[in-house]
């Protein structure tokens, strides 16, 4: 008898933690989309579909598609697109990577508003961020030693920069590395020969304004036509097609209410 | 649909693409198709997957390659060869006058070597070769058959011929430093082939192309950057479809010849000369001229100097007899003029090639090698024809020269070892002949005869002829050679 209660009470605990499983999603990766977006997109997603838990963990992009390959979650979320070294790897492990592109992100290059600059072009960004020119007279400027505010090493900004602007060229010698968006746009916001790139989000920020790049101001419409340089799509990374709770949850996210979170963050919509 | 349209029309392009720039041909194809809005965003991101898919499945996608490198090529060479040497005693030899020392070898050498070109305008480049030797790269069939039995591998080891980095960020110029191929042009008199000097080097070289139109108008003058062989050498191979193209060079060059360890000993410096690392310098300008119809004139004044004492090559060279010093590189300003002209005659390449060099310290020289007066022995020269070429299946070509050296000439540590056994104070006539079976492999022989220039001297240098003087020498060498 004893032992007919146990597998009964067994069977019920082992119900009991699928369900939990059931409605529980564990999302990793990117710290670009998973530091504002996500948690907030699950949030909302939580007051529509109550008993759902998220597991998120931003630490890079890297994490998040290798969660899926590793199978460790149901969707990787990722600033960059996955490397074909990732995606073979993936399928040696019999996963299939699917990118379902989630919004966009636009790169805005700000100076110090009271610099007199009215715009860039692409060859000049280049040059002044890779050191081939290092005063602003060199490009419709009125004098003085550029200073070049980065993001660090670790950032995928930092390594999106350089291949959307800088032909993957080393960053200057004397650039200066920040630790996030807010950093770069204050620091450019006193320097009256600063010059950084930031998210769109923050060309609102004191001090600062955002230069048009070969004549295209960075904005949600430049940035969804793709007629503004400095653009780059974001990801949620599934093992083939999403399907349960993940899909719900992809679903909601390019969905409107989705859409209109991304903005609201700060991110360009797809639509 | 639509999707697996493009995904088809992508992957086509893809296929029949180069490997190297395929995927980047794809991702341009499709952000133009996003840009047309034939396909969404997200279907073009789903067609690159399975192109990274498709791509990491083939051979080429398992290579993975550091980020900063731009361009990286294999490259080497295997080369199988027979070869007869002897040399001749002199006839005043006391023990063994007239006598033939002789070596029949069976050898191969194998060289593998990656360049590449980095972000920035940096470039690298590493060469594996068989044997330690500096100047030659083969080993030899059965050396080693007493160390472990039969076709044993003790002398088959690889080492690294060449580790370098350079850079060419400033228009016109080159600098290098590591162990590289020779940035200098020269000929076999002065530099045997396979040394990898250590050190610097710099290069400068600039292209005037000058056009002299129809109607007897003006000559315009064009830029043109760049120009070097991949082995770093000022030399333009081919003549270009213009009237008159001058390439104007220099190169530069601060080898470290001989590394002192310590600089500063506990106590008097064993050598008992002061204990300073050697250098070797070498300063060239030059010029080649080409004119139409593939007509050129070369022409590449040096200067080499040394510099520091060194610990293996201190001198005092003397150089006549194995029991000497044969190594030395004391008094040694050698002013060197390698030349060149060439032509064709029906289409078949011809050229005249000459080399003159001459020791401005050979009186010193001399004397410290128990010579007084013997400064007179201070020149060198090559003069030869060559006609043909090896490129292509086919091809053929063969090259004649006569060669003089004389005693306090040159520096021996860097004269060929194979054409006159690494010696000076021989002179001589070689000949070298070659035919491709294929594209990347040919067939050569060489054959060479020589004697001493002046039997007042010994046959200065070390070579595989374990005597000194060389009165008379011999060598003759068959090849086959793959290069890929």
Same mark, same amino acid.
């Given at each position: 008898?004893?032992?007919?209660?146990?597998?009964?009470?067994?069977?019920?605990?082992?119900?009991?933690?699928?369900?939990?499983?059931?409605?529980?999603?564990?999302?990793?990766?990117?710290?670009?989309?998973?530091?504002?977006?996500?948690?907030?997109?699950?949030?909302?997603?939580?007051?529509?579909?109550?008993?759902?838990?998220?597991?998120?963990?931003?630490?890079?992009?890297?994490?998040?598609?290798?969660?899926?390959?590793?199978?460790?979650?149901?969707?990787?979320?990722?600033?960059?697109?996955?490397?074909?070294?990732?995606?073979?790897?993936?399928?040696?492990?019999?996963?299939?990577?699917?990118?379902?592109?989630?919004?966009?992100?636009?790169?805005?290059?700000?100076?110090?508003?009271?610099?007199?600059?009215?715009?860039?072009?692409?060859?000049?960004?280049?040059?002044?961020?890779?050191?081939?020119?290092?005063?602003?007279?060199?490009?419709?400027?009125?004098?003085?030693?550029?200073?070049?505010?980065?993001?660090?090493?670790?950032?995928?900004?930092?390594?999106?920069?350089?291949?959307?602007?800088?032909?993957?060229?080393?960053?200057?010698?004397?650039?200066?590395?920040?630790?996030?968006?807010?950093?770069?746009?204050?620091?450019?916001?006193?320097?009256?020969?600063?010059?950084?790139?930031?998210?769109?989000?923050?060309?609102?920020?004191?001090?600062?304004?955002?230069?048009?790049?070969?004549?295209?101001?960075?904005?949600?419409?430049?940035?969804?036509?793709?007629?503004?340089?400095?653009?780059?799509?974001?990801?949620?990374?599934?093992?083939?097609?999403?399907?349960?709770?993940?899909?719900?949850?992809?679903?909601?996210?390019?969905?409107?209410?989705?859409?209109?979170?991304?903005?609201?963050?700060?991110?360009?919509?797809?639509? | 649909?639509?999707?697996?349209?493009?995904?088809?029309?992508?992957?086509?392009?893809?296929?029949?693409?180069?490997?190297?720039?395929?995927?980047?041909?794809?991702?341009?194809?499709?952000?133009?198709?996003?840009?047309?809005?034939?396909?969404?965003?997200?279907?073009?991101?789903?067609?690159?997957?399975?192109?990274?898919?498709?791509?990491?499945?083939?051979?080429?996608?398992?290579?993975?390659?550091?980020?900063?490198?731009?361009?990286?090529?294999?490259?080497?060479?295997?080369?199988?060869?027979?070869?007869?040497?002897?040399?001749?005693?002199?006839?005043?030899?006391?023990?063994?006058?007239?006598?033939?020392?002789?070596?029949?070898?069976?050898?191969?050498?194998?060289?593998?070597?990656?360049?590449?070109?980095?972000?920035?305008?940096?470039?690298?480049?590493?060469?594996?070769?068989?044997?330690?030797?500096?100047?030659?790269?083969?080993?030899?069939?059965?050396?080693?058959?007493?160390?472990?039995?039969?076709?044993?591998?003790?002398?088959?080891?690889?080492?690294?011929?060449?580790?370098?980095?350079?850079?060419?960020?400033?228009?016109?110029?080159?600098?290098?430093?590591?162990?590289?191929?020779?940035?200098?042009?020269?000929?076999?008199?002065?530099?045997?082939?396979?040394?990898? =000097?250590? #050190?610097?080097?710099? /290069?400068?070289?600039? !292209?005037?192309?000058?056009?002299? @139109?129809? *109607?007897? &108008?003006?000559?315009?003058?064009?830029?043109?950057?760049?120009?070097?062989?991949?082995?770093?050498?000022?030399?333009?191979?081919?003549?270009?479809?213009?009237?008159?193209?001058?390439?104007?060079?220099?190169?530069?060059?601060?080898?470290?010849?001989?590394?002192?360890?310590?600089?500063?000993?506990?106590?008097?410096?064993?050598?008992?000369?002061?204990?300073?690392?050697?250098?070797?310098?070498?300063?060239?300008?030059?010029?080649?001229?080409?004119? =139409?119809? #593939?007509?050129?004139? /070369?022409?590449?004044? !040096?200067?080499?100097?040394?510099? @520091?004492? *060194?610990? &293996?090559?201190?001198?005092?060279?003397?150089?006549?007899?194995?029991?000497?010093?044969?190594?030395?590189?004391?008094?040694?300003?050698?002013?060197?003029?390698?030349?060149?002209?060439?032509?064709?005659?029906?289409?078949?390449?011809?050229?005249?090639?000459?080399?003159?060099?001459?020791?401005?310290?050979?009186?010193?020289?001399?004397?410290?090698?128990?010579?007084?007066?013997?400064?007179?022995?201070?020149?060198?020269?090559?003069?030869?024809?060559?006609?043909?070429?090896?490129?292509?299946?086919?091809?053929?070509?063969?090259?004649?020269?006569?060669?003089?050296?004389?005693?306090?000439?040159?520096?021996?540590?860097?004269?060929?070892?194979?054409?006159?056994?690494?010696?000076?104070?021989?002179?001589?006539?070689?000949?070298?002949?070659?035919?491709?079976?294929?594209?990347?492999?040919?067939?050569?022989?060489?054959?060479?005869?020589?004697?001493?220039?002046?039997?007042?001297?010994?046959?200065?240098?070390?070579?595989?002829?374990?005597?000194?003087?060389?009165?008379?020498?011999?060598?003759?060498?068959?090849?086959?050679?793959?290069?890929?």
């Amino acid at each position: 008898m004893k032992i007919k209660y146990l597998a009964i009470s067994l069977a019920l605990v082992t119900a009991s933690m699928s369900s939990a499983n059931a409605d529980r999603l564990v999302i990793k990766g990117s710290d670009t989309l998973g530091a504002k977006l996500v948690p907030q997109l699950a949030e909302q997603f939580k007051a529509q579909h109550p008993g759902t838990t998220f597991d998120i963990a931003a630490e890079g992009s890297t994490t998040g598609i290798a969660a899926i390959i590793d199978g460790t979650a149901q969707i990787g979320m990722s600033s960059r697109r996955a490397k074909s070294s990732e995606v073979g790897a993936a399928a040696s492990k019999g996963k299939h990577m699917k990118p379902t592109v989630v919004a966009y992100d636009g790169i805005a290059v700000i100076v110090n508003s009271a610099n007199p600059i009215k715009g860039l072009t692409k060859k000049q960004v280049e040059q002044i961020f890779t050191g081939d020119v290092t005063d602003w007279s060199a490009v419709g400027g009125s004098g003085g030693k550029i200073s070049i505010y980065t993001r660090n090493t670790s950032s995928g900004t930092y390594s999106d920069f350089k291949e959307l602007a800088m032909k993957k060229r080393d960053y200057a010698g004397g650039s200066q590395k920040m630790a996030g968006n807010e950093q770069i746009a204050a620091e450019v916001g006193k320097n009256p020969n600063g010059i950084g790139y930031v998210g769109m989000a923050y060309t609102k920020a004191g001090g600062v304004k955002a230069l048009p790049i070969d004549g295209v101001t960075p904005s949600s419409k430049t940035v969804q036509g793709h007629s503004y340089s400095y653009w780059r799509p974001t990801f949620y990374y599934t093992n083939g097609d999403p399907s349960g709770l993940a899909k719900d949850f992809v679903d909601f996210t390019i969905g409107p209410a989705g859409q209109r979170t991304v903005a609201q963050v700060g991110f360009v919509p797809i639509k | 649909m639509l999707k697996k349209l493009m995904f088809a029309a992508v992957a086509f392009s893809f296929a029949f693409s180069g490997s190297a720039v395929r995927a980047q041909e794809a991702g341009a194809l499709l952000d133009l198709l996003v840009r047309k809005k034939v396909i969404s965003d997200q279907e073009a991101e789903e067609v690159r997957v399975e192109l990274s898919k498709e791509a990491a499945s083939t051979a080429a996608g398992k290579w993975k390659l550091s980020t900063p490198i731009n361009e990286i090529e294999l490259y080497g060479d295997v080369r199988l060869r027979y070869e007869y040497r002897g040399g001749r005693t002199a006839s005043d030899d006391f023990t063994n006058p007239n006598d033939w020392q002789e070596r029949h070898r069976q050898r191969y050498r194998l060289r593998l070597g990656l360049r590449g070109t980095l972000a920035d305008d940096w470039f690298f480049g590493v060469q594996l070769e068989t044997n330690t030797n500096p100047r030659s790269t083969n080993v030899t069939f059965g050396a080693d058959a007493n160390a472990n039995g039969p076709f044993a591998k003790n002398d088959d080891g690889i080492f690294v011929g060449r580790a370098y980095l350079g850079y060419k960020g400033f228009p016109d110029f080159t600098f290098t430093g590591g162990k590289m191929a020779n940035p200098l042009v020269t000929t076999s008199m002065v530099w045997d082939d396979d040394i990898n =000097p250590e #050190g610097l080097a710099e /290069q400068w070289k600039h !292209t005037f192309t000058l056009n002299f @139109g129809g *109607g007897g &108008g003006g000559a315009a003058q064009s830029y043109s950057k760049g120009g070097y062989g991949k082995e770093s050498k000022a030399v333009v191979a081919e003549a270009e479809p213009f009237k008159l193209k001058i390439d104007v060079f220099a190169n530069f060059a601060q080898f470290v010849y001989d590394d002192t360890n310590p600089e500063n000993p506990i106590g008097p410096s064993p050598t008992g000369v002061p204990t300073t690392d050697a250098f070797m310098l070498a300063w060239q300008v030059g010029t080649r001229v080409t004119f =139409p119809n #593939g007509v050129y004139f /070369q022409l590449a004044p !040096t200067v080499y100097n040394y510099t @520091g004492n *060194g610990d &293996g090559f201190f001198g005092p060279f003397v150089g006549d007899t194995t029991d000497d010093n044969n190594i030395g590189i004391n008094s040694l300003l050698v002013f060197d003029m390698p030349m060149e002209v060439g032509w064709k005659l029906w289409e078949l390449p011809m050229r005249i090639f000459s080399d003159f060099a001459t020791n401005f310290d050979a009186d010193d020289r001399a004397e410290a090698a128990g010579h007084p007066g013997g400064g007179g022995q201070r020149y060198a020269w090559i003069l030869g024809l060559g006609v043909g070429q090896l490129k292509a299946k086919k091809d053929w070509e063969i090259r004649a020269w006569w060669q003089h050296t004389e005693q306090f000439s040159l520096d021996p540590n860097l004269v060929d070892s194979d054409i006159f056994d690494s010696r000076v104070n021989i002179q001589g006539v070689a000949v070298k002949a070659g035919y491709m079976l294929a594209d990347a492999i040919s067939l050569n022989l060489t054959y060479s005869y020589g004697w001493r220039t002046n039997g007042n001297y010994g046959t200065g240098g070390v070579g595989d002829i374990g005597i000194n003087p060389v009165d008379q020498y011999q060598l003759f060498q068959a090849d086959m050679n793959v290069k890929f």
